[in-house]
């Protein structure tokens, strides 16, 4: 599936489960997942940048399709970074094996954390990275 395929599917799905109720959360660590990405392109940079601004933008808006969340790169974070989070090993050797980057792991944290904070029962990460979606 190519990329304007799987950002067709993405929106559908976007779409689909905001009309079933569920609150979409927007952590701090995936715009700066989507900036990077973006910035590492080939071509098409300006437009993919012009869309994460309207994408930001968006959640200062009367009724945001998404919540901007905050984070505190604290003590706690820290700690819960390096450990891994809930992926049942430490950030070395998931860097060591190529199987998430820091990123990923700062978004299930950032996860864990909402989870913690709120009453939320269910909390989980909605990607379209394989390795990442094993530990939503």
């Keep these: 599936m190519d990329g304007i395929d799987q950002a067709t599917n993405?929106?559908?799905?976007?779409?689909?489960?905001?009309?079933?109720g569920q609150r979409l959360i927007l952590t701090a660590t995936a715009l700066i997942e989507a900036g990077n990405h973006i910035a590492q392109r080939s071509s098409g940079r300006r437009a993919l940048a012009e869309q994460l601004r309207k994408l930001i933008e968006a959640a200062n808006t009367p009724d945001p399709p998404w919540i901007l969340r905050e984070t505190a790169m604290d003590e706690d974070?820290?700690?819960?970074?390096?450990?891994?989070?809930?992926?049942g090993s430490?950030?070395?050797t998931l860097l060591g094996d190529g199987r998430l980057g820091t990123g990923d792991v700062a978004i299930l944290v950032e996860r864990d954390q909402f989870k913690t904070k709120t009453a939320h029962a269910r909390v989980e990460v909605w990607t379209?990275?394989?390795?990442?979606?094993?530990h939503s």
């Design 10 to 20: 993405a929106a559908v799905e976007f779409d689909e489960r905001r009309d079933q």
């Design 77 to 87: 974070f820290v700690n819960d970074l390096l450990n891994g989070d809930s992926t």
């Design 128 to 134: 379209l990275d394989d390795e990442l979606s094993a």
């Design 90 to 92: 430490d950030l070395v």
